[in-house]
């Protein structure tokens, strides 16, 4: 595999530790995955019962975690719609609302390009978002954490479909829209990153009920596993937690600065679920950190990496030994 294609495998997607243990075959285990923009100290969530797993998840138990989510978002419970990962949803919107002409930033999160161009819409830049008639919106944005204020979502919407992904919303609540979700404002919020529990896949729509309703007709009648189900419907309730861990986010992401810093890496945005950096050789970075068993995220340009969060105060000695050229 030529350097291109090696690196075009880690840059589309996070989390591909299977790829770098292939590419990187002499690198020390464990890896250390900070790829992703997932909190490290996952949700201590209990799984399903055993009664549960071995039979289909109830509807009621569905309306449930709808519920429990609608209150922790500040919604009605009649726009709420639980979906497996908020990518599914990103994958069924387009079909739903028929946009043929939609903007969206050129450096955010590539499946909502690919999702609206593979339903036959075209898609433009957003620095003239009045073109098109739907705007997508990742708020805070990926890679670069890039805010948008709430005001000029709720007036986007008076006029288009305005559709946004808060996907790392649980780090900055005040910019959420989800409680005026509604109209032609559709907002996706994700569980896993914040949580730490991405493999249970569960995401949510926040929409009009006649969107939501269109929505679950294409979901069926289980769209979620009994697991994430539950896990859902504890998290949801435990706000006194989730305020907690934001301050604890806060602080990991403050203690990663001062080590990519101390490594020579500029900082050039991200939230409090992962940091964007700039460097002169950003590949090349890179592949120092995968030879020393720590995944991050390069990207096209070869100056950006993204990192997420070490969760252990031996994770972050470990990549600021590897940024320093220590591997011992």
Known sequence: MGAAAELAQFSRHGGRIAAARAAFPGAPEPWLDLSTGVNPRPYPARGASRAARTRLPDPEALQALEAAAAAYFGASPERVAATPGSEAAIRFLPHLLGARR?????????????????????????????????????????????????????????????????????????????PQAGGRLVVLRSFGKFFGLPGLRLGFVVAEPSLIAGLRGRLGEWPLSADAIAAGLQAYADVARAARTRDRLARLARRLDR???????????????????????????????????????????????????????ADLRRLAAALSGDRR
Request: glycine share 10%; with cysteine.
């Open 102 to 178: 939609v903007a969206l930033s050129p450096d955010t999160y590539g499946g909502h390009a690919e999702s609206w161009r593979a339903a036959g819409a075209e898609v433009v830049a957003d620095s003239d978002p009045q073109a098109a008639d739907a705007w997508v919106v990742v708020n805070p944005n990926n890679p670069d954490g890039a805010t948008t204020a709430r005001e000029t979502l709720l007036a986007s919407a008076q006029t288009r479909w305005t559709i946004v992904d808060e996907a790392f919303g649980e780090v900055a609540p005040d910019l959420s829209v989800a």
């Open 259 to 313: 080590v990519l810093a101390g490594g020579g890496l500029a900082a050039a945005g991200g939230t409090d679920l992962f940091r964007l950096v700039t460097a002169d050789d950003a590949h090349g970075v890179f592949r120092r950190l995968a030879a020393a068993g720590i995944l991050c995220r390069p990207f096209p340009d070869p100056r950006r990496l993204r990192f997420g969060l070490p969760g252990r105060a």
